[in-house]
């Protein structure tokens, strides 16, 4: 199964610079609308894509206010033999 990975950003850090944007190889930020509490404007996730997790922006960002998490992953359920039995699913 792929690994999934997350981009965070902690708002307060950033500075709109938008370095982990120009540097991600996978296109996956672009600059957002919104204003961080100090006025920025931060970078968002663009819409579907995907996060590789080879963490460029986590290396280039001068104020360390973003970092990528690995997703937690999700295991479909296995119905047992006892739960076929019932009839639960």
């Known amino acids: 199964m792929p690994r999934k990975f997350e981009v965070r950003l902690i708002p307060s850090s ?3 610079c938008g370095i982990c944007v120009h540097f991600c ?3 996956v930020l672009e600059m957002s609308g919104q204003f961080t509490p100090k006025g920025y ?3 968002k996730k663009k819409q579907g894509a995907t996060c590789t ?3 460029t922006c986590e290396l280039m960002c ?3 206010a973003i970092f ?3 997703a937690p992953l999700t295991v479909p359920h296995v119905t047992t033999a ?3 039995r019932r009839g639960q699913k």
Request: charged letters at 35%; hydrophobic letters at 15%.
């Open 53 to 55: 997790g080879c963490r």
């Open 62 to 64: 001068p104020d360390f």
């Open 68 to 70: 990528v998490e690995e």
């Open 25 to 27: 190889p996978a296109g």
């Open 82 to 84: 006892n739960e076929r």
């Open 41 to 43: 404007h931060p970078p």
């Open 14 to 16: 950033c500075k709109g």
